[in-house]
T-cell receptor, first 113, second 107 residues
């Protein structure tokens, strides 16, 4: 199993550009999450999904969009990138939202200049 | 005040030392996770526990639900243990993360 695969690993964007961060998991997990990690802060939840076709906002959703057309894929879309979106992004998945192990991707380091 | 507090924020140890990282939380939880993040790398789950103690190799995690406190211990530390260790609590259906403890083990 590959687990959770994120691409790209690094990206530099100019202000106002758009991009999609890809996330795929092969564990047949229903629950998938996008987090951002900023220096000196704990990971913050951007969006999550409880299954194909269902998504919901987390703590910091502004400036982002997601879709979940299949169980495996959960892309994160940045529209009109801003410097405040410079961060490290992690995708994660779990079998449920309760007390179960979460599996994380390798992260995407995004810089907006 | 953060709902999940870790201490220390930074820790430098000599190879072979016994290391303890602490996590305190202020919310009701169903489970607590210890995660490891290597520089430039992804996040790996080390433990998930809801009571008592778990051991995996040189790593031991304990939790005291009444005191809302957990500790991660590393015995016979090694430079390859150098990483950020993150405590996260499940409360109730979302994960709340601590800010992490940066551990450097020097040879």
């Amino acid at each position: 199993n590959a687990g959770v695969t994120q691409t790209p690993k690094f990206r530099i964007l100019k202000i106002g550009q758009s991009m999609t961060l890809q996330c795929a998991q092969d564990m047949n997990h229903n629950y998938m999450y996008w987090y951002r990690q900023d220096p000196g802060m704990g990971l913050k939840l951007i969006y999550y999904s409880v299954g194909a076709g269902i998504t919901d906002k987390g703590e910091v959703p502004n400036g982002y969009n997601v879709s979940r057309s299949t169980t495996e894929d959960f892309p994160l879309r940045l529209e009109l990138a801003a410097p405040s979106q410079t961060s490290v992004y992690f995708c994660a998945s779990s079998y449920s939202r309760g007390a179960t192990e979460a599996f994380f991707g390798q992260g995407t380091r995004l810089t907006v200049v | 005040k953060n709902e999940v507090e870790q201490s220390p924020q930074n820790l430098t140890a000599q190879e072979g030392e016994f290391i303890t990282i602490n996590c305190s939380y202020s919310v009701g939880i169903s489970a607590l996770h210890w995660l490891q993040q290597h520089p430039g790398g992804g996040i790996v789950s080390l433990f998930m526990l809801s009571s008592g103690k778990k051991k995996h190799g040189r790593l031991i995690a304990t939790i005291n639900i009444q005191e809302k406190h957990s500790s991660l211990h590393i015995t016979a530390s090694h430079p390859r243990d150098s990483a950020v260790y993150i405590c996260a609590v499940q409360s109730p259906n979302k994960l709340i993360f601590g800010t992490g403890t940066l551990l450097a083990v020097q040879p």
